[in-house]
């Protein structure tokens, strides 16, 4: 069964900083790599999805990945935080191959940005 | 238009109750899930519908738990005799009419359940 890490419970940033959230899974075979985000009071929303091509993903809001295979890796990044980035962003993949997208999440990473 | 709704959005139990936890998924979504999400930590897996069929019920973690989808849209979550560890919030997540696994899910804003 696959498993998802994320390295940082609790990330503080001032405006304007760059910001990397890890994220690192186990599973040997293909996988399809999400990063979703939950602002404060709202509902889970996709931030971006990998599942094939080229590794670097493009998001919503400035937000991007890096899918690396060899590292089993998928780390988001921004080069300049908002104050408005503040929430929580959970890393989630799914087996490739699977004929729906049940998802397996990591234990997320609290962002606060200071103005 | 209309996303996930998940009601009640809190309720609270008492050890050996029996609850149930609904979810309207986007219209004409043919995937559901429900995940459970303890404090501090990521959604977990529970169950998966593809229309009113349950393909996947392979992360409910007991037989107190049972979920149904009877006519394909409405879903509901049933907990029976309820247990303190049973407290997390319980999240639905829909996904498009073709039902695909590229499909993105959308979430709903979850049942916060509490059992004393």
């Known amino acids: 069964a696959q498993s998802v890490s994320q390295h940082n419970h609790h990330v503080i940033l001032s405006e304007a900083a760059s910001l990397e959230l890890g994220c690192n899974y186990s599973y040997g075979g293909t996988v399809n790599l999400f990063w979703y985000v939950q602002y404060p009071g709202q509902h889970l929303q996709l931030l971006l999805k990998?599942?094939?091509?080229?590794?670097l993903v493009k998001g919503i809001k400035g937000f991007e990945a890096e899918f690396i295979k060899s590292k089993f890796s998928f780390n988001l990044r921004k080069p300049s935080v908002q104050w408005s980035d503040t929430a929580e962003y959970f890393c989630a993949v799914k087996a490739g191959g699977t004929s729906y997208g049940k998802l397996t999440f990591g234990q997320g990473t609290i962002l606060t940005v200071h103005p | 238009g209309a996303g996930v709704s998940q009601s009640p959005r809190y309720k609270v139990a008492k050890r050996g109750q029996d609850v149930a936890l609904r979810c309207d998924p986007i219209?004409?979504?043919?995937?559901l899930f429900w995940y459970q999400q303890a404090l501090g930590q990521g959604p977990e897996f529970l169950t998966y519908?593809?229309?009113?069929?349950?393909?996947?019920k392979s992360g409910l973690p007991s037989d107190r738990f049972f979920a149904e989808r009877p006519e394909g849209s409405v879903s509901t979550l049933k907990i029976q005799r309820t247990q303190q560890e049973d407290s997390a919030v319980y999240l639905c997540a829909s996904s498009s009419p073709r039902g695909g696994a590229t499909d993105t899910q959308y979430f709903g804003p979850g049942t916060r359940l509490t059992v004393l």
């Open positions: 519908f593809q229309n009113e069929a349950q393909l996947d």
């Open positions: 990998y599942f094939s091509g080229d590794p």
């Open positions: 219209s004409g979504h043919v995937s």
